[in-house]
């Protein structure tokens, strides 16, 4: 176990509440502790997993409030250290002062995300499920916070280090072969090695490939809603939200800037971006709004372009042809609006969606839709929810891969081989931090909120 100078922080959202958490790990913060807190017994003598009720005070004996004191005795506890939570009243100033009071006794201030990089350090987890903590405090889907729950129980962890296992092994048969290579002993077929090394690239890649599913389960599935002015943007976006958000108007250009607001639809988090109308303008306020509209498309899944049926039905066929070769990433999709002035039962065409949104007719279709899509999108998603830098990892290992399995297709020495499997091996253990260095830790941690 590795020991650290004692740290503190508010561990909850601060502002008014019923109660905060001030989390206190590091050496010697029991004596810390029992410097400010005055209860039937001291915190240096209680056992582990215990709760204590006194009075928590400054270091000038003035009496902040009434406090419940966690006790956890190393190594069981969150961070592998001496920690000590103090539960106080929610609110801004007594929280403040109670970790005032903690740095004036000795303690510093916790830097972003240093509890959890301790939990790191001393071997209470590892770096996916360090990350999983992240993913778990700021989930917007429950397909996100699930697969985030999966990860910081072990599930990802358990699938990297079988194809740890696996490659290790491989790298071991390999090795042993060039210290008998004198005797010409072959102890694995070049063939068959080939084939277990590309089975396990094509996990790789597997894993690596459902980074953008990862994103929609972190972040949400995003979608873009288009339209020429008064297509009826703004009230599907109400509607969708069921209050009144964005402003309703005849006049054309109303929205000048975008509005971005989640919903969620079955367990699904489902981003809406409302955008400006699309059309040539010479107001720089609305040539400046479609702009922006323009960059938001570009990380949109899906893109609803409305079509104001009064209009005819081929109304937005150019528009729909600009915008599948503008974001050819995105699904772009027509729905059809205001079907209540030519009437809801006079128009049903085949896969198109419509809607009214001052009747209510197709809504429930549209909110189906979305929630399908949104769903199917994560479908991928199982015990991991892959960021950035692990596809990145996981696909340089893929490479590395490729690499051996071609030398050992070509008949080269297994010491080219070997090296390429070393290097995915790498790769590999930088994802869990069997492999890390203070910049990896500082790109992982320094996204976390103070307090975790």
């Known amino acids: 176990m590795l020991l650290f100078d004692p740290i503190c922080a508010l561990a909850t959202p601060p502002g008014v509440a019923g109660l905060a958490i001030i ?9 810390i502790a029992d410097n400010l807190f005055r209860g039937k017994t001291t915190i240096a003598s209680a056992k582990s997993h215990t709760i204590h009720y006194g009075t928590f005070h400054s270091t000038s004996a003035q009496a902040l409030d009434q406090v419940t004191a966690f006790v956890y005795r190393a190594p069981h506890s969150y961070t592998g250290e001496d920690v000590v939570e103090f539960g106080c009243h929610g609110g801004r100033i007594v929280s403040e002062e109670i970790v005032e009071a903690l740095i004036a006794a000795g303690a510093r201030h916790a830097e972003p995300g240093e ?73 694995i077929d070049k063939r068959l090695l080939a084939e277990r090394i590309e ?28 339209g020429y002015p008064n297509a009826g943007k703004s009230s599907l976006l109400n509607a969708l939200l069921e209050r009144k958000r964005a402003i309703v108007s005849a006049t054309p250009g109303t929205t000048r800037d975008y509005i971005e607001e989640m919903i969620h639809l079955e367990g699904a988090a489902v981003r809406l971006v409302d955008t400006a109308g699309f059309r040539e303008s010479g107001d720089m306020v609305e040539v400046e709004g479609i702009r922006l509209a323009v960059e938001l498309l570009e990380q949109c899944h899906l893109i609803l372009v409305l079509n104001d049926i009064t209009e005819g039905e081929d109304h937005s066929i150019g528009l729909m042809t600009s915008l599948h070769a503008q974001f050819p990433d995105a699904e772009c999709v027509p729905v059809n ?36 899509k949104a769903n199917t999108a994560t479908e991928t998603v199982s015990d991991a929810l892959i960021n950035a830098r692990q596809a990145l990892l996981l696909r340089q290992a893929a490479e590395s891969l490729a690499k051996a399995r071609e030398a050992a297709l ?4 297994n010491e080219f081989t070997a090296i390429d499997l070393r290097d995915a091996l790498k790769r590999i253990g930088e994802i869990t931090g069997a492999v890390w260095n203070d910049d990896i830790l500082n790109a992982v941690f320094g996204k976390f909120c103070i307090g975790k």
């Open 23 to 31: 989390r206190l790990s590091g050496t010697d913060c029991f004596a």
């Open 410 to 413: 070509a008949g080269e020495s």
């Open 199 to 226: 089975e396990t690239r094509g996990f790789c890649l597997e894993l690596a490939n459902s980074y953008r599913s990862a994103e929609i389960a972190r972040s949400g599935y995003s979608v873009g809603i288009v």
């Open 115 to 187: 509890f959890t990089k301790r939990a790191f350090l001393n071997q209470k987890m590892d770096l996916t499920q360090a990350e999983a903590v992240g993913d778990i405090i700021h989930a917007v889907s429950t397909q996100g916070s699930h697969a985030a729950a999966r990860q910081l129980m072990g599930g990802f962890t358990r699938r990297l280090a079988a194809l740890r296992e696996k490659l290790m092994e491989l790298c071991g048969l390999l090795e042993l072969e060039l210290d008998f290579s004198q005797e010409d002993i072959e102890l």
């Open 337 to 372: 609006t205001k079907l209540d002035i030519i009437g809801n039962a006079t128009f049903a065409p085949k896969n198109v969606l419509g809607i009214s949104t001052t009747s209510g007719a197709g809504m429930a279709e549209l909110k189906r839709f979305l929630a399908s």
